[in-house]
């Protein structure tokens, strides 16, 4: 009987320290979260993964292998891919972000971003054969300027390239590859 007794406290006591292990380790993640979009961390690393939307804080994340991984830092502004120490020089001369909020059908309300500022002091760090695609920099903008879009807003891109002409892109061509050029140049 009394061995009964035993395994009994055992398995309470286990179960009772695996609960406890689970509730920290969820308000951990929870905790990360919270920092990143209040961005009271402002050297919190955001790991951005192939699915979408995927922007997580590496503090959340346990036992990160960042090998084929994009990885942006809002504080220095910096776009970094598998720990590259490649410098690749963003060659657009302007830009703006502007989201169209679908409240009345008729008459979208429109929210215009220049993106001047950004550009002026991002950094991107990748090889000529991964370069990133359009929702790589957008969600950059996203982090940095703490703008978050409904899934029925409509977002759009207009860059002023280095040879002057304006190319707009909508959110639905934001998984648009973009290359660098010989000059390591982002096009």
Not at 16 to 34: A, C, H, L, P
Not at 41 to 65: F, G, R, T
Not at 156 to 167: A, F, P, R, Y
Request: overall charge negative.
């Amino acid at each position: 009987m009394s061995s009964l007794k035993g395994e009994l406290i055992y398995f309470f006591l286990r179960t009772f320290n695996y609960i406890i292990d689970s509730f920290n380790y969820y308000k951990e993640q929870f905790n990360g979260m919270i920092e990143l979009y209040n961005n009271k961390n402002k050297d919190n690393w955001v790991l951005m993964m192939n699915i979408n939307p995927a922007v997580l804080p590496l503090s959340s994340i346990k036992n990160v292998q960042l090998d084929n991984k994009w990885v942006y830092e809002p504080s220095s502004n910096k776009l970094v891919y598998s720990n590259s120490t490649n410098k690749v020089k963003v060659s657009w001369l302007s830009a703006e972000l502007a989201r169209f909020i679908k409240i009345d059908l008729q008459n979208p309300e429109t929210n215009v971003l220049s993106l001047d500022n950004f550009l002026e002091s991002f950094q991107l760090y990748t090889d000529a054969e991964h370069a990133p695609t359009l929702q790589h920099i957008v969600y950059c903008i996203n982090i940095k300027h703490k703008l978050w879009f409904g899934t029925e807003d409509t977002v759009k891109l207009s860059i002023i390239d280095n040879m002057g002409d304006t190319v707009e892109f909508y959110s639905t061509e934001f998984d648009k590859q973009l290359s660098i050029n010989r000059r390591n140049e982002l096009c």
